[in-house]
């Protein structure tokens, strides 16, 4: 079975500008989450996804940072304007059902200058 | 509300050491417990799993046994080697939550050979 698909693996950009980073799920996986880890700490959820519907997006800062999942499979998180403390890895994560064991991509590890 | 405490780091032990990371939570209900384990420039990987007190999960080597009455699910492996060197980050889903992973800071385990 494969696992949880994550690209870019690296991005390094210049501060004010946008990036993008793209997730696809364990297939069936009606679950996926959005992480944010900064070096040093456990992961932080930004957004929680059950389908293609927000089950909870209260700690995404909404003024930078949006996703979607369309159609209810893959998805993208966008960071426009980027800045300098928003260097940090990236991490998706899906479960089959809420409440069940989630599974974690190999990150995106983002540097902004 | 729900919170997960981990002993702090590094943990440096030689090959072939007892290990023991702790971990206590509080939970207002009935919590499933987690140990994921993040090698270097990886993403989370899980570790192993209790659902219910008195459960033990055990994966590679290592053990960790929930106990509902001190409220701790401690990690341990009878002989380190220097590949188990990562971060390992304990974590508790329940229903208060939301069933969304609380987690741990993390303790991050040198061995050195």
């Given at each position: 079975?494969?696992?949880?698909?994550?690209?870019?693996?690296?991005?390094?950009?210049?501060?004010?500008?946008?990036?993008?980073?793209?997730?696809?799920?364990?297939?069936?996986h009606?679950?996926?989450?959005w992480?944010?880890?900064?070096?040093?700490?456990?992961?932080?959820?930004?957004?929680?996804?059950?389908?293609n519907?927000?089950?909870?997006?209260?700690?995404?800062?909404?003024?930078?940072?949006?996703?979607?999942r369309l159609?209810?499979?893959?998805?993208?998180?966008?960071?426009?304007?980027a800045?300098?403390e928003?260097?940090?890895?990236?991490l998706?994560?899906?479960?089959?059902?809420t409440?069940?064991?989630?599974?974690?991509?190999?990150?995106?590890?983002?540097?902004?200058? | 509300?729900?919170?997960?405490?981990?002993?702090?780091?590094?943990?440096?032990?030689?090959?072939?050491?007892?290990?023991?990371?702790?971990?206590?939570?509080?939970?207002?209900?009935?919590?499933?417990?987690?140990?994921?384990?993040?090698?270097p420039g990886?993403?989370?990987?899980?570790?192993?799993?209790?659902?219910?007190?008195?459960?033990?999960?055990?994966?590679?080597g290592?053990?960790?046994?929930?106990?509902?009455?001190?409220?701790?699910?401690?990690?341990?492996?009878?002989?380190?080697q220097?590949?188990?060197?990562?971060?390992?980050?304990?974590?508790?889903?329940?229903?208060?939550?939301n069933?969304?992973?609380?987690?741990?800071?993390?303790t991050?385990?040198?061995?050195?050979?």
């Amino acid at each position: 079975e494969a696992g949880v698909a994550q690209s870019p693996r690296y991005k390094i950009i210049e501060k004010r500008q946008s990036v993008a980073f793209w997730c696809n799920p364990i297939s069936g996986h009606a679950t996926l989450y959005w992480y944010q880890q900064i070096l040093g700490q456990g992961p932080k959820l930004l957004i929680q996804f059950q389908n293609n519907g927000v089950v909870d997006d209260s700690q995404l800062p909404k003024d930078r940072f949006s996703a979607e999942r369309l159609k209810g499979v893959d998805s993208t998180l966008k960071i426009q304007p980027a800045k300098l403390e928003d260097s940090a890895v990236y991490l998706c994560a899906s479960t089959p059902l809420t409440g069940a064991t989630q599974y974690f991509g190999p990150g995106t590890r983002l540097l902004v200058l | 509300g729900d919170s997960v405490t981990q002993m702090e780091g590094p943990v440096t032990l030689s090959e072939e050491a007892f290990l023991t990371i702790n971990c206590t939570y509080t939970a207002t209900g009935y919590p499933s417990l987690f140990w994921y384990v993040q090698y270097p420039g990886e993403g989370l990987q899980l570790l192993l799993k209790a659902t219910k007190a008195d459960d033990k999960g055990s994966n590679k080597g290592f053990e960790a046994t929930y106990r509902k009455e001190t409220t701790s699910f401690h990690l341990e492996k009878g002989s380190v080697q220097v590949s188990d060197s990562a971060v390992y980050f304990c974590a508790l889903s329940d229903r208060d939550s939301n069933y969304q992973l609380i987690w741990g800071a993390g303790t991050k385990l040198i061995i050195k050979p």
